[in-house]
C-alpha cells in the first residue's frame, strides 16, 4: 500500500478501513452547500448514530478496496466531488431523509444550482433604479419605475430548477431578499453491502406513499369483503353484509322471525290500511 499512497495517508485509510468493516452502509454528503460551524454541530447531533470522516475520494476508494468492498466503482463515480463520508448501521433512507429536513434557506451564490423555477413576482421590488434596472433587463424582467422603487411588471420565471444561478441573478435575489438556496448536508449516493442508491432516490413523499398505502388497503379490504375472504379485519363486515342481506331475503319472502316480524307487521299493516283506504273511496262512489 505504500507504494500507492503517500505515508502520512496509511494511517487515515488503516482507520477507513476499520471503519468498512464495522459499518454496513457508507453515504457521501456533498460539503460544497455545508458550513463548517454546521457540520460540527450535526457531528453532535448524531452523535452514536453517524461516524463522519472528511477524506478524499482516492482515499476511500483505496480504502474500500483494501476492506474487500464489491462495487464500490459506481459508489465512488456517483460521489465526485468534496464530501464527508458517513458510515452507519441504520436505514439510509431515514438517514437521508433527516439530513434533507435539517437544510436551511440561505442567499444563492453564482454558479449555485436552482432547486426549484425561481419567480420574480409582480410588485414593488423596495430596490431603487439605476445601475439595478440593467440587470433586470438582462434577466428578461421588464420594470417600471414608481414611487422611487422598481416594480416588476409582471411574473417572471428567471431561472428554471436545475439550472445555475448567475451573478446578476444572485446579487438580484440577495437584495430582494429572496433565498433560493440551501445549505445543509446532501446525500449523494449510499454504499449498502454491494448495492448503490443515488441520494435522490433516498428522499421520500412519506404524505404521498400514506395516501396510496391507505388506498391499496381500502381496495384489498372491498375485494376481500366481496369476495367472503375471511381474515380478523373483514369477518365483522362481511357478517354485517351476510345478515343484511339475508334479512332483506326473510323480509321479501315474508318469513317471520324476531328479525322481521315487526316490519313485516307494519308492512302488512300498510297495506291493509291502502287497501282499505282503496275499498272505502270505491263504495263511495257507487
Known sequence: MSSHIPSEKIETVQETVELLKEYDVIAAADLNKVSSAMLQDMRRQLRGRLH???????LMRISMEKAGKKGYDEFIEQAAGPNVFMFTNGNPFRIAMELDANKVSVFAKAGDTAMDDIVLTAGNTGLSPGPLIGKFGVLGVRTRIEAGNIWVAQDTTV???????????????QRMGIRASEMGLRVKTVYERGDVIPGAALILDLDDYRCRLEQAIGGAFKVAVEAAYYTPATVPTILAKAFQQARSVALESEWPTKDTIEVLIAKAHSQARSLASNVGKKMANQ
Open 52 to 58: 463522519f470522516k472528511v477524506l478524499k475520494n482516492t
Open 159 to 173: 431561472c428554471r430548477v436545475g439550472e445555475p444561478i448567475n451573478e446578476d441573478l444572485a446579487d438580484l435575489l
